[in-house]
């Protein structure tokens, strides 16, 4: 199994940056795809943002394009998401997640952080 830890949400302005950050331990985090998913009151677990198990593929959601980017550092067992010109419709929680494959869909995978609020005032 691997247990995910995110960390660094917050409440900032529209136009804000934030950095988002999740934590691996157990089994090899290199071996897993890491994606990040957020979800707003009422509205269902939506896909942001997933990198490859050695970093060299990444895929957004079109909403997030040029403005989140996500990486990881493997030696730290560590997976990040640096969020610029964040709006209000940013505003949910951010989950991280690991799966043996590279998909955007939840239900692709098996192992989830607990999540971190993220909130953007207008």
């Known amino acids: 199994q691997v247990q995910l830890q995110e960390s660094g949400g917050g409440l900032v302005r529209a136009g804000d940056s934030l950095s988002l950050s999740c934590a691996a331990s157990?089994?090899?985090?290199?071996?897993?795809?890491m994606g990040w998913f957020r979800q707003a009151p009422g509205k269902e677990r939506e896909f942001v943002a997933t990198?490859?198990?050695?970093?060299?593929?990444?895929v957004y959601e079109d909403s997030v394009k040029g403005r989140f980017t996500i990486s990881r550092d493997n030696a730290k067992n560590t997976g990040y998401l640096l969020m610029n010109s964040l709006k209000p419709e940013d505003t949910a929680v951010y989950y991280c997640?690991?799966?043996?494959?590279?998909?955007?869909?939840?239900?692709?995978?098996?192992?989830w952080g607990q999540g971190t609020q993220v909130t953007v005032s207008s």
């Open positions: 157990g089994r090899t985090f290199s071996n897993y795809c």
């Open positions: 990198i490859s198990w050695g970093g060299a593929r990444t």
């Open positions: 997640a690991a799966s043996e494959s590279l998909r955007t869909s939840p239900q692709s995978y098996p192992y």
